[in-house]
């Protein structure tokens, strides 16, 4: 059990009763996405360089939200390595969980003000 789990399950009566009478901790899972994937195969530093990010449901969110570079987008979509499933967060609510296209850097492209080229 680690420090995230312990928290959830102080603060979630269920979580409690699952750990007490079956041994049951709530379960890691990791934010996952077509975007998030393309995202993490763009440098850090590259990411801040790409500029006026705007969603679209091309990138399999349904949201016209726009990000001021593309490594904000990025913290908004994966805010963690690992959550505990059922843990709110806002891209989850907005992916279009059927998306399963593979992107590509030209796809991302489409939707930025400037690329870092």
Same mark, same amino acid.
Request: with cysteine; charged share 30%.
């Given at each position: ?17 699952? /750990? =007490? #009478? ?12 077509? *975007?998030?994937?393309?995202? !993490?195969? @763009? ?17 399999? /969110? =349904? #949201? ?12 908004? *979509?994966?805010?963690?390595? !690992?959550? @505990? ?33």
């Amino acid at each position: 059990m680690n420090s995230r789990q312990a928290s959830w399950i102080a603060r979630h009566p269920k979580a409690l009763m699952d /750990y =007490q #009478t079956q041994g049951k901790l709530p379960r890691m899972v990791r934010p996952e996405s077509p *975007l998030i994937t393309l995202l !993490e195969s @763009i440098n850090p530093r590259d990411r801040l360089r790409i500029r006026g990010v705007r969603l679209s449901p091309k990138l399999g /969110y =349904q #949201t016209a939200q726009q990000f001021q570079n593309a490594e904000q987008l990025y913290r908004w *979509l994966k805010p963690r390595p !690992e959550m @505990i499933e059922g843990e709110p967060f806002p891209a989850e609510s907005f992916r279009i969980k059927r998306f399963a296209r593979r992107l590509v850097s030209d796809d991302l492209k489409d939707h930025c003000a400037k690329w870092f080229d």
